[in-house]
C-alpha cells in the first residue's frame, strides 16, 4: 500500500472529494436528462457536442477525439457506431492516413443537439451555477483552467501507443 509522504492536507483532502461529490452528481443528473430528452448517454452527448462546437468542418479523427472526451478508443467506435446508426455521425477514412477514421456530424445530429442542448443547459445552470454568484462563477473557471491545462499536458491514457501500455507492468 502507497502512503503520502507526508501529513495529508485537510483542506486539500476536502476539495477533492468535494470536487468529486459535485462531479458524480451533476453527471448523474446531466445522464438523466440526456437520456430523457434525446436518447443519448453522457459520451455520445460529448461527441456530438465536439463535433458541432469545436470543429468549423463538424469533423475529428476518432483518435483526436477519444483524446478530447477522455475516452477509450475502442469505446468511442462502439458510441461512434451507435451515432452513426442513428444517423447522427458518418464516419470515413481520413484523407492521407489510411489507418485513421474521420467522423462527421450530420444535420440529424445537429437537429438532435440544439433538442437536448435546452434541457442541459438548464440543469447545469441550476445545478451547478445557481447557487454561486458571478464572481464566484469566474473564480470558480480561474481555478479549474489551471487544473485542467496541467492534467491535459500530459496526454490521455488513450493517446498513448499500445505498444508502450502493454510494456507496462499488467499490461494495461
Known amino acids: 500500500m502507497v502512503h ?19 462531479t458524480s452528481l451533476l453527471r448523474h443528473a446531466i445522464e438523466q436528462q440526456l437520456q430523457a430528452a434525446g436518447d ?53 477514412p481520413t484523407a492521407g492516413d489510411e489507418r485513421g477514421i474521420t467522423v462527421t456530424i450530420t444535420d440529424a445530429g445537429r437537429a438532435l443537439l440544439a433538442q437536448v442542448m435546452p434541457g442541459h443547459v438548464e440543469v447545469v445552470s441550476n445545478l451547478l451555477f445557481e447557487p454561486l454568484a458571478r464572481d464566484s462563477a469566474e473564480a470558480l473557471a480561474a481555478l479549474l483552467e489551471p487544473v485542467r491545462d496541467h492534467m491535459r499536458s500530459a496526454p490521455p491514457r488513450s493517446a498513448q501507443s499500445r505498444r508502450r501500455r502493454s510494456a507496462r507492468p499488467g499490461g494495461a
Open 40 to 92: 443519448l448517454s453522457f459520451v455520445q452527448f460529448q461527441v456530438l457536442s465536439r463535433l458541432d462546437r469545436h470543429s468549423a468542418t463538424g469533423s475529428h479523427r476518432m483518435t483526436d477525439l477519444a483524446d478530447a472526451i477522455v475516452h477509450s478508443r475502442s469505446g468511442l467506435t462502439y458510441q461512434a457506431g451507435l451515432l452513426e446508426k442513428r444517423g447522427l455521425v458518418t464516419r470515413a
Open 4 to 22: 503520502p509522504s507526508g501529513p495529508v492536507d485537510p483542506v486539500q483532502l476536502g476539495a477533492y472529494f468535494a470536487l468529486v461529490e459535485v
